[in-house]
């Protein structure tokens, strides 16, 4: 068993987003531009409507996925091609934008805590075009299992014979949102791919070295993960997946292989044909 360390630490950015949202930014910062095949991480979580009451009003995405999280909250996405989803406490959205999609992500509620996260994961140069897609899961699709010392959520991937309903092919992303009782340690066979830890309660010790809360860790080279929890608790996401290794070029909310191809989604976008194939969307 080989652990896998920290190889890079990077703290929060704060960045406003939509109509004036502040979240918490780490991979898409000045300190980690990209992370293969993970384009930006944002963390959103605040208890003032005033901080989050105005959301995200429409606005376009072409060449990615989005994967959005809910620990608190409830959002409603709505886009231009008429799909509508409820995203609940403990609900997850995984958004193909692909060709290009114009969409909404608003809060459905005036007071309390909302938070969460939201992951663009890259795509290969040959879906970067093809069909919109959705998966929405309820918090009741997702799967919780207990293990030593915690609880652990199963997004995408598996552990321990537990799998996560939503399927992400091209990168084989996995995704687990995990708790910990003070003192307690998780270990997870991590495949030698593109992974991160992020702690969003507590404070954990990762392969020994600190871990704080709202600081992200790149993990190094080895086979295993394994985070031991602080005296009070800790609650994390672990992140891993294949990179593609293909040039990334982003402007914005478009991120394709070349300048030309930016060029032609902003083209696009002015002339209204961005949005050139109704999404499916499926999910439970």
Do not use: C
Request: no cysteine; net charge negative; aromatic share 8%.
């Amino acid at each position: 068993m080989i652990l896998r360390p920290i190889q890079q630490l990077i703290h929060t950015t704060a960045v406003a987003e939509g109509a004036g949202v502040t979240v918490r930014r780490t991979i898409g910062t000045a300190a980690l531009r990209n992370f293969d095949p993970f384009l930006m991480l944002d963390h959103f979580g605040s208890d003032n409507p005033d901080e989050y009451i105005a959301g995200f009003p429409p606005h376009p995405h072409r060449g990615f996925i989005t994967f959005t999280y809910m620990l608190d909250g409830h959002m409603l996405h709505e886009d231009s091609m008429g799909n509508r989803g409820d995203l609940k406490s403990g609900g997850a959205q995984w958004m193909k934008a692909a060709s290009g999609v114009i969409h909404s992500e608003m809060p459905q509620q005036t007071e309390g805590l909302m938070r969460g996260f939201q992951l663009w994961i890259n795509l290969p140069a040959s879906e970067k075009m093809s069909d919109p897609a959705y998966q929405e899961y309820s918090p009741a699709a997702i799967p919780q299992a207990t293990i030593s010392g915690g609880t652990i959520k199963v997004l995408l991937g598996e552990h321990a014979g537990v799998r996560g309903p939503i399927e992400d092919p091209l990168t084989q992303v996995e995704y687990f949102d995990v708790a910990l009782q003070p003192g307690q340690s998780f270990e997870h066979s991590s495949r030698p791919k593109s992974a991160f830890v992020y702690v969003y309660d507590g404070s954990a010790t990762l392969a020994g070295n600190p871990l704080p809360a709202h600081a992200l860790a790149v993990l190094g080279n080895g086979d295993t993960l394994q985070i031991t929890s602080g005296s009070d608790g800790a609650r994390f996401i672990y992140v891993a997946g294949n990179p593609l290794g293909e040039p990334i070029v982003q402007y914005g909310p478009f991120v394709m292989n070349s300048r030309e191809e930016i060029e032609q989604a902003l083209a696009d976008y002015r002339d209204d044909k961005l949005v050139q194939k109704k999404a499916a969307m499926y999910g439970r």
